[in-house]
């Protein structure tokens, strides 16, 4: 008796459940956002607002879940089965992945958005104590004797690749050779004490452990040091060269056209390029694409000599192989007797 | 010991529940990895394993483990003795302290303790001038490695030495044995199993822990750089099979490890009931 008023109203339970659901799905819809660590704070305020002009263009409510964490083991998520419609990712080489490894989108994916797909862009400066009392102007300070650099392990951090490229590209810009530009290179990491498995590990080592003179950040991570750790403890340092940090963003094909959501993903990457997009991404320290935009920030981020990684590299493949694979450049610095 | 009745009540269906639940927790995933790992032709897989750097790192996470269990299986008996055998104020909340490695995030622990090791933390500033280097060295990891590891040996210790009597001791010492001896004779030889089983644990734990050391080892290719990290830093490649087959090797050596304390333990017991 029991047993069957249970099934029956089980059953009204379900019918109902079904019922609200297959009306919610055409007023309501959900997005998840697969990105990295230090994209947090701008992607609480850029969900909020492409929610309002999703409401407003549209008529939809759309609900935007954000996941964070290291670029490389978040594209491992998606890879595996995390049902991201949208990825936002550290280095076009994670997103790239998931073409390579899954099928998950499409081969010309970099071309699909403007830019690159790199809505905003960074690059990478040095973070140093207040009064710079070491003196570290440019990259060829990092690699005197007697100056200790932090820097996260590039074989475990994907924005840390971004930070040995422009040591590269500076080397390699002023010494010509490829040989030079390694020695440069292990000369350097010679400098370095800890590698950390991660950014913000390796902040913390710099910052809280007082380990280091020069930290190598990307631009807004070093700006987000200095509000929240005060403008009085440590100053950014500019060099004369650095590399333009393209943190690509892509629709995963396969998981919006399985999931219905390809408009709305599409609309929400695309929202990235307009002006409130742009500005958050300003906010937020990132160097907006925008040209207006940009010049409204032009006093936060100065013009700098910047490389990329498709014309100084060969694109990301290609560096990857060279440069952090096992058995590249950058194991050989730590060859035992090197 | 009561011999165990040959038809229990239910046998089937839990033995059934049993075996169901360790093949999906336990034999499903590691059969997974090893399904992985040989995806590489024998000589990748060699060269993987073999590899100068892999070994190193081998070394470190093999050695500082051994380190970190065996100061355990000294101090956590300490600590289990204490806690069995004296009362003290606060002794609730020494015995509830112990579990904390247990229950703490590694990351957090991993934090908490190269803040206090760093060369201007809190014991490292001590520490420093003496010439004595705890964080971003072996040391660091091996200390990581020890914190994890201390339930493991107070838990499986407390309850036998609970259940030694008292008496035992006393009509030891009645028969004119010394302090030592009663501890040689009698104490130990019951407690060794257990010791044993302590150790086992806290090493196998060691050996595969990532979150704690990452932050204290300071991940030095060929010096302090943990296992662990290789086979990240092979994932962040998108090698699955190299990282696989690193963990096949942790894998192997924890078990042959366990299997030999296992036979020690065996014995021991034997020894000490016979």
């Known amino acids: ?338 | 010991m009561s011999r165990r009745p040959s038809v229990i009540p239910g046998f089937g269906l839990s033995l059934g529940y049993a075996a169901f639940y360790a093949s999906l927790i336990v034999f499903l995933p590691m059969a997974v990895l090893f399904a992985k790992a040989f995806s590489l032709t024998w000589a990748e897989f060699w060269k993987t394993v073999l590899d100068p750097q892999a070994i190193a790192s081998y070394k470190l996470s093999f050695g500082a483990a051994f380190i970190g269990a065996s100061i355990n299986l000294v101090f956590g008996f300490i600590v289990a003795w204490v806690l069995v055998r004296y009362n003290f104020f606060g002794k609730k909340v020494v015995d509830a302290l112990v579990d904390l490695p247990f229950a703490l995030p590694t990351a957090v622990a991993g934090i908490a303790l190269t803040a206090l090791y760093a060369p201007q933390g809190w014991i490292g500033q001590y520490l420093t001038p003496l010439g004595i280097k705890v964080a971003y060295t072996p040391l660091g990891v091996a200390v990581a490695l020890t914190f994890i590891g201390l339930p493991f040996v107070v838990r499986t210790v407390q309850p036998v030495l609970e259940e030694l009597e008292k008496e035992i001791e006393e009509a030891a010492a009645s028969l004119g044995a010394s302090r030592w001896n009663t501890f040689r004779r009698i104490l130990f030889p019951a407690v060794l199993p257990a010791l044993l089983t302590g150790f086992a644990l806290a090493f196998a734990r060691a050996i595969g822990e990532y979150g704690s050391v990452v932050f204290i080892s300071g991940n030095m290719p060929f010096r302090t750089e943990i296992t662990p990290l290789l086979i990240v830093a092979k994932l962040e490649q998108y090698n699955y099979a190299g990282a696989a087959a690193l963990a096949v090797v942790l894998l192997v050596f924890s078990f042959v490890l366990l299997l030999l304390i296992n036979i020690l333990q065996h014995w021991s017991t034997r020894r000490a009931g016979g």
Do not use: C
């Not at chain 1, 850029?46 to 409510?61: I, L």
């Not at chain 1, 996941?67 to 990712?89: F, M, P, Y």
């Open chain 1, 1 to 338: 008796m029991f047993v069957k008023h249970l099934k029956k109203s089980l059953l009204v339970l379900s019918l109902g459940l079904a019922a609200s659901t297959g009306a919610l799905a055409q007023s309501e819809v959900k997005l998840l956002n697969v990105s990295y660590d230090p994209t947090r704070e701008l992607y609480v305020e850029f969900n909020r607002a492409f929610a309002k002009h999703w409401q407003e263009t549209e008529g939809q409510k759309v609900t935007i879940s954000q996941s964070h964490g290291g670029s490389g083991k978040q594209a491992r998520s998606v890879i595996d089965g995390l049902e991201a419609d949208v990825v936002t990712l550290a280095l076009a080489y994670d997103v790239d992945a998931l073409r390579q490894e899954a099928g998950l989108i499409d081969a010309d994916w970099v071309k699909s958005l403007p830019d690159n797909s790199a809505p905003y862009t960074s690059t990478i400066v040095f973070l140093v104590r207040t009064g710079n009392p070491k003196n570290v102007k440019d990259w060829d300070d990092l690699v005197k004797p007697g100056i200790e650099v932090i820097t996260p392990n590039p074989k475990t951090s994907g924005g840390a690749r971004w930070n040995y490229l422009a040591a590269w590209a500076y080397a390699k810009d002023k010494y010509g050779s490829d040989d030079a530009a390694k020695d440069f290179i292990t000369k350097l990491f010679k400098n370095v004490p800890v590698l950390d498995s991660g950014a913000r590990g390796a902040t913390t080592t710099f910052v809280q452990r007082g380990l280091g003179d020069v930290f190598l950040s990307w631009e807004n991570e070093a700006f987000l040091a200095l509000n929240e750790l005060g403008k009085d403890k440590f100053e950014i340092v500019v060099p004369s060269i650095s590399i333009l940090a393209e943190p690509s963003v892509a629709v995963v094909d396969k998981n919006v056209d399985k999931r219905g959501t390809r408009k709305v993903a599409q609309a929400y990457l695309e929202f990235l390029y307009s002006k409130t997009g742009q500005e958050l991404a300003g906010k937020h320290y990132y160097r907006p694409r925008n040209a207006e935009v940009a010049a409204q920030y032009k006093d936060l981020f100065p013009e700098i000599k910047l490389v990329t990684i498709d014309n100084d590299f060969g694109g990301w493949q290609k560096a990857q192989e060279t440069h952090f694979n096992d058995g590249g450049v950058f194991d050989q610095i730590y060859k035992p007797g090197n």
